[in-house]
Each structure stands twice: as structure tokens, then as C-alpha cells.
């Protein structure tokens, strides 16, 4: 039910209040996105990479996200959620190095008790 996310959040970024202004807003009809939310459809990858694009969203983890939901059989399941998690890792370890990055290239290391001494 990821799709139904995407739609809340959507909705929530652009202001909307009900299914169907998302349904005009993305021009779909009202039908298409109450099949979304009730889980007999998905959106397409085009259109999560829009809604991604729209919602400030990282689009390779939406996309993943989303490939992990159509997933059929359990183990093609179980390899997505491996790929979801890996990434998400990973994407975690980037950002803690860019914020250290960027507090050392911040940081006044002259009244440091090494820098005084060399």
C-alpha cells in the first residue's frame, strides 16, 4: 500500500484536502486513485517519480519502495526489503558523513590544546 502513501503525501504537500482534488490535480480520475488507496492498483513509475519529484522525495528509494510492494512471491519480496534496507543504510551513512564533514570544516581549531602545541 505504498501508493496510498504516496498519495497522503502528496496531498499534504500540495495542500489538498480530499481524493478527489488529487485526482484532478494529477489528472486522474476518481475511480483510479480510490483503487490506489483501497490496494487493487499502483502507480506506475512515471508517476511516482512525478510524485517524488513534487513531494521532495528521494525518487531511487520511492521507486524501491514501490517495487518491493508489487513484489509477487515472498522471496522476490524478501530480496526488495533486503535492497530497501541496504539503501536506506547506506543513504543514512552519507548524510552522517556529510554533517561531520561539514561541522570539521566548521569548527575553529585554533584554540584547540594540539593545534597551540604544533
Aim: with cysteine; hydrophobic share 40%.
Amino acid at each position: 500500500m505504498y501508493s496510498k502513501q504516496l498519495i497522503d503525501k502528496y496531498k499534504a504537500v500540495k495542500k489538498l484536502n480530499t481524493d478527489s482534488e488529487v485526482a484532478k490535480s494529477m489528472n486522474f480520475s476518481k475511480t483510479h486513485i480510490s483503487e490506489i488507496k483501497r490496494g487493487v492498483r499502483e502507480f506506475t513509475d512515471e508517476t511516482a517519480i512525478y510524485i517524488a519529484k513534487e513531494c521532495g522525495l528521494d525518487v531511487d528509494l520511492v521507486l524501491v519502495t514501490l517495487a518491493m510492494e508489487r513484489a509477487k512471491t515472498k522471496e522476490s519480496k524478501s530480496a526488495w526489503q533486503h535492497l530497501v534496507k541496504k539503501f536506506s543504510e547506506q543513504r543514512y551513512a552519507v548524510q552522517s558523513l556529510f554533517v561531520a564533514g561539514f561541522a570539521l570544516f566548521f569548527t575553529d581549531f585554533s584554540n584547540c590544546a594540539l593545534c597551540i602545541l604544533c
